[in-house]
Nanobody, 126 residues
Framework: EVQLVESGGGSVQSGGSLRLSCVVS????????MGWYRQAPGKEREGVAA???????VYADSVKDRFTISHDSAENTLYLQMNGLTPEDTAMYYC????????????????????WGQGTQVTVSS
């Protein structure tokens, strides 16, 4: 069973930055693709960014050039660096993992990810 624990959320003003972390159980980066998702109240969960075991990344158009996904195998941690935040980025952010889905599939649909964390809230004020 893969366990994922997110942290790093908070409240920032528009234009600010946050770095989300997701600590994973065990060394899964060599065999799993990982993704970040977000869900705002009343909206569907959407893929934000994903990375595969080779380090290939995919981003949603809405966050391209502002967000960066990465992982540190030594720390068993997935990161999402978020710059240039706007109120539209306000949501609960989740990390997820899947052994069989690639990063494009993860960003395209939350149903592509099998394992999920519990989320961390990001609130951006104008």
């Amino acid at each position: 069973e893969v366990q994922l624990v997110e942290s790093g959320g908070g409240s920032v003003q528009s234009g600010g930055s946050l770095r989300l972390s997701c600590v994973v159980s065990g060394d899964i980066f060599s065999s799993f693709s990982m993704g970040w998702y977000r869900q705002a109240p009343g909206k569907e969960r959407e893929g934000v960014a994903a990375i595969d075991s080779d380090g290939n990344t995919v981003y949603a158009d809405s966050v391209k050039d502002r967000f960066t996904i990465s992982h540190d195998s030594a720390e068993n941690t997935l990161y999402l660096q978020m710059n240039g935040l706007t109120p539209e980025d306000t949501a609960m952010y989740y990390c997820a993992a899947d052994r069989w889905s690639g990063p494009s599939a993860l960003v395209r649909s939350h149903s592509a990810a099998r394992f999920w964390g519990q989320g961390t809230q990001v609130t951006v004020s104008s």
